[in-house]
């Protein structure tokens, strides 16, 4: 995919759907959807993600996935499917994430912990707790990486297209910049670092994708100058 072939609707479903994979892996294996949601609010993003796919509806979310290919190697589970599955298609249902009893605002439900945590004992995942800001640094760097993944984000004009698109599609704060402004502060080989110590090297999310290698090597930014 070419900066030319990015157009302004396809950078919003890549970062949708960014946000959706690493969402999925941080709920699977670290959290719950109200402390990830509360997490992103205090961070700047408004609403979280979870919030936004009831808001969107679930079965919108799992139509997007399926329009992109699967990032070789990534975890065999669909969270999105087994909520699917059990009715919980969002706010229009009454219940996703959340509850929403009477069409009303939302509520936790503690259910969907439960959900979490089978779903990770199925898949041998050992769950461990991360505070609110390993939280965001595992979500930044892991929307940076999948999106390295799927698009040339080493050429500059995608990176600039893919950072408004954090503003504009995921609510990313804006007082960053977005998300490769803030990538780029931080540094391509510092964000390759964090990822190669992250705790599951066979999964995609967390390996480093070629591009951001070659970018840490030859020392360059995602948007120069």
């Not at 259910?111 to 041998?124: M, N, S």
Request: with cysteine; aromatic share 6%; charged share 25%.
């Amino acid at each position: 995919m070419t900066a030319e072939g990015l157009c302004e609707a396809r950078a919003a479903d890549l970062m949708r759907d960014a946000l959706r994979a690493v969402a999925e892996e941080l709920l699977l294996a670290h959290t719950n959807p109200w402390e990830l949601d509360e997490a992103m609010v205090s961070f700047g993003f408004g609403p979280g993600v979870c919030e936004a796919q009831d808001d969107e509806g679930l079965i919108a979310c799992q139509m997007r996935r399926d329009s992109f290919p699967p990032l070789k190697d990534q975890r065999p589970v669909s969270l999105l499917d087994r909520m699917v599955s059990e009715g919980r298609q969002g706010r229009a249902a009454s219940v996703g994430w959340y509850r929403y009893p009477g069409g009303g605002g939302l509520v936790i439900d503690p259910l969907v912990e439960d959900l979490l945590c089978e779903e990770a004992r199925f898949a041998g995942i050992e769950r461990v707790d991360l505070n609110p800001q390993d939280i965001i640094g595992c979500l930044i760097r892991g929307l940076v990486n999948v999106l390295a993944c799927r698009a040339p984000v080493d050429d500059p004009e995608t990176a600039r297209r893919l950072n408004s698109a954090s503003l504009s599609a995921i609510g990313y704060p804006g007082a960053t910049g977005g998300l490769f402004a803030t990538a780029d502060q931080t540094g391509v080989a510092s964000v390759c670092d964090a990822l190669k110590r992250a705790d599951d090297q066979n999964n995609t999310i967390w390996q480093p994708a070629p591009a951001l290698v070659t970018m840490a090597a030859r020392g360059v930014r995602f948007m120069p100058g």
